[in-house]
């Protein structure tokens, strides 16, 4: 299985970063864990409160904790909310239902680690977090149709 490097996870928060800029968004906090959940890598913007990389570290760890995005964990809490209360619970509060951590898979489609974004609207979020996954050449599962 592959691991993301230091180098590529530097270059996720560089191009998360540079999307956020580009699109006019709040700044950004970017987390990137590894496929054991451990961070990675994380940058706060400049102009970011204090619960931002706390918030983009739920975000990213639910995802790879579980297998899905957090928007697909979103998804399952608004199905399944006593599920998702009891998840929520069991991973210590340490987990984010909503959109903004997306799955990091090599190409054997393998879940190699997953990225978190907080500082604006949860789909933009995700949307950076999507184009710093792909500017390494791995590929985003946002639990969206199309990426």
């Given at each position: 299985m592959t691991e993301i490097t230091l180098k590529q996870a530097n270059e996720i928060i560089d191009t998360a970063h540079l999307e956020g800029e580009k699109r006019n968004l709040a700044p950004l906090t970017v987390?990137?864990?590894?496929?054991?959940?451990?961070?990675?890598?994380?940058?706060?913007?400049?102009?970011?409160?204090?619960?931002?990389?706390?918030m983009a570290v739920a975000k990213a760890w639910g995802a790879i904790g579980v297998g899905v995005s957090s928007r697909t964990l979103?998804?399952?809490?608004?199905?399944?909310?006593?599920?998702?209360?009891?998840?929520?619970?069991?991973?210590?509060?340490?987990l984010l239902p909503v959109a903004g951590g997306v799955l990091v898979r090599d190409s054997s489609n393998s879940a190699i680690?997953?990225?978190?974004?907080?500082?604006?609207?949860?789909?933009?979020?995700?949307?950076?977090a999507i184009a710093g996954i792909q500017?390494?050449?791995?590929?985003?599962?946002?639990?969206?149709?199309?990426?």
């Open positions: 987390a990137v864990l590894d496929a054991g959940g451990h961070i990675k890598a994380l940058s706060r913007a400049d102009g970011t409160g204090f619960m931002r990389p706390l979103g998804e399952m809490g608004e199905q399944r909310p006593m599920f998702m209360n009891a998840l929520i619970h069991v991973a210590d509060h340490r680690g997953a990225v978190g974004i907080s500082g604006d609207l949860s789909d933009e979020d995700e949307h950076c500017a390494v050449g791995f590929k985003a599962d946002s639990g969206k149709a199309t990426e």
